[in-house]
C-alpha cells in the first residue's frame, strides 16, 4: 500500500445520470449537481446515455415507457440544454462539463456522428453496452444468452473487444468508459482477460488509447453490483500505468445516492496500482 496525498481533488468523469433523462436512473440533474457541490466537487463531466436510433437499440426501460426513438431524443436534446443551463447556473461552483455517453449497437456510427455535429457536447465516453445487439450489461440470463450466440464466453469478449477497437479508432473519445465491463457477470474473469485470444486485444485497445491521448474511467459502479474491483481491473490497470495512460474516476452515478461513493476506494486501487492521483481533465 503507498501513501497517498492529502486531499486529491474530488473529480468524476463519468457521472449525472438523472432520472429526469434516463429510465433506470433517479432524481432530477440539478439535485445530483447540487450533491456534487455539496462533496466538495472539483469538477464532474454530466454524461447521459446517448439515444438509440431505433428503439430496439435503447434500454428496456425506455420501451417499456412507452418512448420511441424520437420521444428519446427529444428528451435527449432537452438534457444536453439543462445541464448547458446547470453549467452556467453553478460555474462558481463546481466546474461541470457536458457530454454523453456512447453506444456501440449495429450501425451506431451514422447516429452518433449526428449527435456529435448537432448537439456538440464538451466531450464523450466512449462506451459499449452491447455486442452484436445484446445488452450484456443487464442480466446474467441475458449475459448467457449473448455469450451462447457467440459460442462462448471467450467468443463473447472477443467480439466485445472487437467493437471497442473501432469505437476507439473511429471517434477518439475522450474518456474511454469501463473498459472491461464485458466481465459483468462472469466470475472467472480474472482467468478470462489474460488469456492469449483476449489479453493481446486488451493490449491493441490500450495502445489505441494511449497513441490518441484518451482517458480512461476508473469505473466505480462495478462496486456497487458487488464486483470486487471497479472497471478497469486490476491487470489492466497495471498494463494503462505502464504505458503512462491517465485513468481518471468516474462514479457513473445514477441518482443522488451514488454521488461519491466508493471515492476513497478508487483512491486507494490507484495509488495500490501506481497512480499519483492527480487528474486529467476530459476538455
Ligand atoms: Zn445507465
Ligand atoms: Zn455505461
Given at each position: 500500500m503507498r501513501s497517498m496525498p492529502a486531499s486529491p481533488l474530488r473529480v468524476s468523469?463519468?457521472?449525472?445520470?438523472s432520472g429526469q433523462f434516463c429510465g433506470h436512473a433517479e432524481d432530477t440533474l440539478e439535485d445530483i449537481v447540487k450533491a456534487y457541490i455539496a462533496q466538495g466537487y472539483s469538477w464532474v463531466g454530466l454524461t447521459e446515455h446517448m439515444t438509440p436510433d431505433?428503439?430496439?437499440?435503447?434500454y428496456p426501460e425506455e420501451a417499456e415507457a412507452g418512448l420511441s426513438a424520437k420521444d428519446q431524443h427529444t428528451r435527449f436534446t432537452e438534457y444536453i440544454a439543462t445541464a448547458r443551463q446547470l453549467q452556467e447556473k453553478y460555474a462558481s461552483e463546481i466546474t461541470l462539463f457536458v457530454g454523453f455517453e456512447t453506444e456501440a449497437f449495429e450501425g451506431y456510427q451514422l447516429w452518433l456522428q449526428h449527435l456529435l455535429d448537432t448537439?456538440?457536447?464538451?466531450?464523450?465516453?466512449?462506451?459499449?453496452?452491447?455486442?452484436q445487439d445484446m445488452l450484456?450489461?443487464?442480466?446474467p440470463a441475458d449475459y448467457r444468452k449473448a455469450a451462447d450466440v457467440f459460442g462462448g464466453m471467450d467468443a463473447l469478449y472477443a467480439a466485445y473487444f472487437d467493437r471497442q477497437y473501432e469505437l476507439i479508432t473511429t471517434f477518439a473519445p475522450a474518456v474511454v468508459g469501463?473498459?472491461?465491463?464485458?466481465?459483468?457477470?462472469?466470475?472467472?474473469y480474472r482467468k478470462r482477460l489474460v488469456k492469449p485470444d483476449i489479453w493481446p486485444r486488451i493490449q491493441r485497445n490500450l495502445k489505441a488509447i494511449k497513441e490518441r491521448g484518451l482517458i480512461m474511467d476508473l469505473n466505480l459502479r462495478a462496486l456497487l453490483k458487488g464486483?470486487?474491483?471497479?472497471?478497469?481491473s486490476r491487470p489492466i490497470l497495471e498494463e494503462a500505468r505502464k504505458m503512462g495512460i491517465a485513468v481518471v474516476p468516474g462514479d457513473?452515478?445514477?441518482?443522488?445516492?451514488?454521488?461519491?461513493?466508493f471515492w476513497e476506494e478508487a483512491l486507494q486501487v490507484l495509488s495500490d496500482a501506481g497512480f499519483d492521483l492527480t487528474w486529467e481533465s476530459p476538455v
Open positions: 468523469i463519468h457521472g449525472g445520470h431505433r428503439v430496439e437499440h435503447g448537439l456538440k457536447p464538451d466531450y464523450i465516453v466512449g462506451s459499449l453496452h452491447h455486442v450484456i450489461d443487464s442480466t469501463h473498459f472491461d465491463l464485458i466481465r459483468i457477470f462472469d466470475p472467472d464486483h470486487q474491483e471497479p472497471y478497469i457513473d452515478s445514477h441518482g443522488v445516492k451514488n454521488v461519491g461513493q
